[in-house]
């Protein structure tokens, strides 16, 4: 399912106690305010009005709606007024969908000359939402609070970035992973424990052999390979006399893609260890599907493929720059201490500053038996987040760091892969010893798209640790904070 069809339900609270007129001004201005949220812009998704909720029956059964409902990506809630919260209890712990509650109130002012008394008891979001607030925090639920006036704008786009997220934990929910062969052989980082991951974040993740796709890729017309060809020219300057590698690397597309969608994948990952029958490691194939949405990992690396296809998701429709990516080496000058990211081959051509180039070079690691095509760009400037997450053992651990993109400081003519260039916060050596201390992996996903905050609340709702690396970490914090969490997460 794309962004936009999924839609979040607005259950406003309240009680039976006021009379019928004050519960049709309720009803009347909460589906108001979902027209007008819908109207701003702002919003990725439909916000439906569904109830104005008075007992425990009600609210009840608009949960199992919205567990069963597949549209269905969240609830968001709100109190216009009082609503005792003993009859939420009943319906929130059966809730499985992402949940938000809206701390508003339909009033911007107080009206000086205007309240009293009916206007109290019609307007009593300030209480409201504090009983409201209270069940959930002795429940534990997993939650985003946003609080602020509905109109504005920075509300109407923290709701909006939210339901980005909440899309994300659907997409993770039913999230199927291809994998091209066996991880890289002796690499630690990309294992991990597929069962947890499949009860925790719903990904199933499975393998196909290599052998199958040398029967797809065999299979592949020259029709059809002259239809991706016409693609790849419109989107990118051929840099390369060698047609043959860039056909070879459409044929391998379609192939890929082709098993991919037969079988539900958004996700791959393969390795250079693995390609038997294959005369290149796929380049400028994988990029081209990882520009279409679809996740990758390299060295077999099935935790960063879902991630980035996650992110992808939860950003459809903005600039589209997110990718897998590597930590490669870095230039440690004092005063311009900085980061080059890039891969082997597969960086995906969202990230790039300026219209990609083809070319072919040798590669000397794996098994490719022909220099394979790929894209080499320079990425954008601009803030962006490194994402890794880890099995730490026990649980899994999301790790985010802050990266600010820099127009790489040279031009490194003799690179022959696509370059990103950043600075760490809090700086990059502190970022270092940070990220390292969090065992964070060398493989990340790298978004402009994407926000910490909307990683922490990813992570909330699918109940595993979150880490973020910002501008004000460091070491000590952050080894006291793992220390707590090693604790914490034990116990839980
Ligand atoms: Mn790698």
Known sequence: MSMKQYEFWFVVGSQDLYGQEVLDTVAKRAAEMAEALNASGNLPCKLVYKVTAMSNAQIRDIVAEANYD??????????????????????????????????????????????????MNLNQAAHGDREHGFIAARLRMPRKIIAGYWKDESVQKRLGSWMRTAVGVAFSRDLKVMRFGDNMREVAVTEGD??????????????WAVGDLVKVMNAVT????????????????????NIAAIRYQAREEIAMKKMLDEQGCMAFANTFQDLYGMEQLPGLAS????????????????????????????????????????????????????SLGAHMLEVCPSLAADKPRIETHHLGIGMNEKDPARLVFEGREGDAIVVSLIDIGGRLRLICQDIKAVKPIMEMP????????????????????CWITAGGAHHTVLSYDVTAEQMRDW?????IEFVHINKDTTVESLEKDLFLADLAWKLK
Not at 81 to 88: D, L, V, Y
Not at 459 to 463: F, S, V
Request: charged share 20%; aromatic share 10%.
């Open 70 to 119: 597949k549209k269905c990506a969240g609830i968001i809630t709100w109190c216009h007024t009082f609503s005792p919260s003993k009859m939420w209890i009943n319906g929130f712990v059966n809730l499985q969908k992402p949940y938000c509650h809206l701390a508003t109130q339909y009033n911007l002012e107080i009206p000086n000359e205007e309240i009293d008394m009916d206007f």
């Open 222 to 241: 020259e029709e059809e390979i002259d239809a991706l060809m016409a693609e790849y020219t419109a989107e990118y300057d051929v840099a390369t006399d």
């Open 287 to 338: 990029q081209h599907l990882m520009a279409q949405g679809y996740g990758y990992g390299g060295e077999g690396d099935w935790k960063v493929s879902a991630m980035t296809a996650i992110m992808k998701a939860m950003s459809e429709g903005m600039t589209g720059g997110t990718s897998f990516m590597e930590d490669y080496t870095y230039h440690l000058v004092e005063g311009c201490k900085l």
């Open 414 to 433: 003799n690179l022959p892969v696509a370059r990103v260039m950043w600075e760490a916060a809090p700086d990059l050596t502190t970022g270092v010893e």
């Open 459 to 463: 992570a909330r709702m699918m109940d």
């Open 194 to 207: 597929k069962v947890e991951v499949q009860a925790k974040l719903g990904w199933q993740v499975n393998t």
